[in-house]
């Protein structure tokens, strides 16, 4: 196994990142962020809730940040990226500037007080947390289906609302979208779940009728539990009309495990979803977590069986629910089978090869198994309302499970 793990070394980089120059990220809540990875970096890195979309892209904390990161300072709100890239992890930004490369030309036109005069061409904004799924990594923050349980247990008030919506029916942010819309290059959508979200189809139909949609291309975050029709729109007669449409199915661990970890989940529905949407599907999108790390290899083995894609990416929060919170032993023995079965994958690639590495590293980065007992904690309150059980559909962690 000498080696397994081992990375090369690599040279301090160019910290900025070009995200701050093309995108505006709109959060569930109504707030902007830098993206939606920033979110969960140390400290408060929303800002401009009442702002609308035009003005929060100059808004002062947008220019300061473009400013920083001109000036070679660190930009506290991009922690997590930094963390990835110190870890030798491919982070959020390294993949964003790859993808834009041709954009760094706006750092050049960046006026003295950090704003620009050029729009956003990359929008991201997070239509409600309604979603079908209550994944045991969420909440009702961004799922609606996890506001009974959150509810139940007293950690949602009884008046808040299961479903909140801030940009569906927002007027300023229409007209914002109306001004902006021939500047459009990339739209992303995620969710809750973004195929049971009006104001997507909203902002669909907006552009097909305004001729504008075959310039862009859509990105999508979805668990794929999507039949095709939603109010009577068929969603692949609308992606005809852009230029192109790229999925990103939302999915960890195998089967059972996965159905456990993804409440609202069939597994043999997804599969199945998969064959049917196959020719939009570009990655998809796998997360490694105590609930997935024993059998996300074999999700690997079934996606290459298919020609397909993947990356994963490493479950950072609740960080109760990372895998370096799993004990030595059972890292040990999740390290071995990895390296005994990634050899038997015959097509797949070099990218992939790494992630799968990246995601043992972290694993092995820190040894976070304090944060077990608290693991446990919301485990067992989740497996008692759901009717599941922990230790009948992870029989390899149940021993260390009971031991907590």
Known sequence: MEGFLEQDEQSQEDK?????????????????GLCCFSIFSGGKNTFGKNESPISAFNSQYIKQTRLDM??????????????????????????????????????????????????PIYLDFRFGNLCNFSCRMCGSYASSSWAKEEKYYGRLSLESPNHYDHWTNNIDFWKDIESIKKYIKVLYFAGGEPFVQEGHYKLLKLLIKSDLAKNIELDYNTNLSYSGSFKGDDIEKIWKHFGKVDLWPSIEGYNEKAEYGRKGLNFDLFKENSLRFSEYIDTFSLVSSIYSISSNIDLIK?????????????????????????????KKYIIAKYKKELSTIKNINTYEINSVLDSLRHMN????????????????????????????????????????
């Not at 993808?99 to 760094?104: I, K, S, T, V």
């Open 16 to 32: 900025r990142c070009i995200l701050p120059w093309i995108h505006q990220y709109g959060d569930i809540n109504g707030e902007y």
């Open 302 to 330: 079934w996606i290459k069986s298919i020609d397909k894609t993947f990356n994963i990416t490493n479950l950072t929060n609740p960080s109760y629910q990372s895998t370096t919170v799993l004990p030595k032993e059972l």
């Open 365 to 404: 980065s820190f040894d976070d198994n304090y944060l077990a007992p608290k693991f446990k904690e919301r485990n067992v309150q989740s497996d008692l309302f759901r009717n599941e059980s922990f230790e009948a559909v992870f029989p390899e962690l149940a021993e260390w499970y009971r031991n907590i």
């Open 70 to 119: 001109l000036a070679g300072k660190i930009v506290k709100a991009c922690d997590v990226c930094y963390d990835w890239e110190k870890q030798g992890i491919q982070s959020h930004r390294e993949r964003m500037n790859q993808r834009f490369y041709e954009y760094r030309k706006l750092y050049e036109t960046t006026l003295p007080d950090g704003s620009l005069k050029s729009p």
